[in-house]
């Protein structure tokens, strides 16, 4: 929440901010267990900083859904091995975040690298598509 909270602090838009502090009020009301605050966050960081997962959003995607770090690991180095040259549109915490999900349904490096190329090469944007 560090980085999140030096975003909101660095914005000089009043009206972003107000809507920032509605977002987190309604997800309060709501109830902050692990999923709905993830959720919440996400929305919040997206009237700040635009669509795409930072690393602290991704790290609190991987707490929420208990994903190991070896996993997180593994995404990364997808990453730079693979997916970087080839899709320059996915920015990394975007790929982590879809490596993570994918990894809940498919074993394998392997296999969870290919499923997410399908969600990819379909026009799924792990942003918008992945809760």
């Known amino acids: 929440?560090?980085?999140?909270?030096?975003?909101?602090?660095a914005c000089d838009d009043i009206q972003v901010v107000k809507n920032v502090v509605n977002i987190l009020i309604d997800g309060m009301k709501t109830?902050?267990?692990?999923?709905?605050?993830?959720?919440?966050?996400?929305?919040?960081?997206?009237?700040?900083?635009?669509c795409h997962y930072s690393e602290e959003l991704a790290e609190l995607y991987y707490r929420c859904e208990g994903l190991d770090s070896?996993?997180?690991d593994a995404a990364k180095l997808a990453y730079t091995q693979e997916i970087q040259a080839n899709y320059p549109d996915v920015?990394?915490?975007?790929?982590?975040?879809?490596?993570?999900?994918?990894?809940?349904n498919t074993k394998g490096t392997d296999a969870i690298v290919e499923a997410c190329?399908?969600?990819?090469?379909?026009?799924?944007?792990p942003y918008f598509d992945i809760d």
């Open 31 to 50: 109830g902050m267990k692990d999923t709905c605050m993830f959720a919440t966050i996400k929305v919040a960081y997206s009237e700040l900083v635009g």
């Open 91 to 104: 920015p990394l915490y975007d790929w982590v975040i879809l490596y993570g999900r994918m990894s809940q």
């Open 117 to 125: 190329k399908v969600f990819l090469n379909n026009k799924f944007s």
């Open 70 to 72: 070896k996993v997180w």
């Open 1 to 9: 929440m560090k980085d999140f909270l030096k975003v909101v602090d």
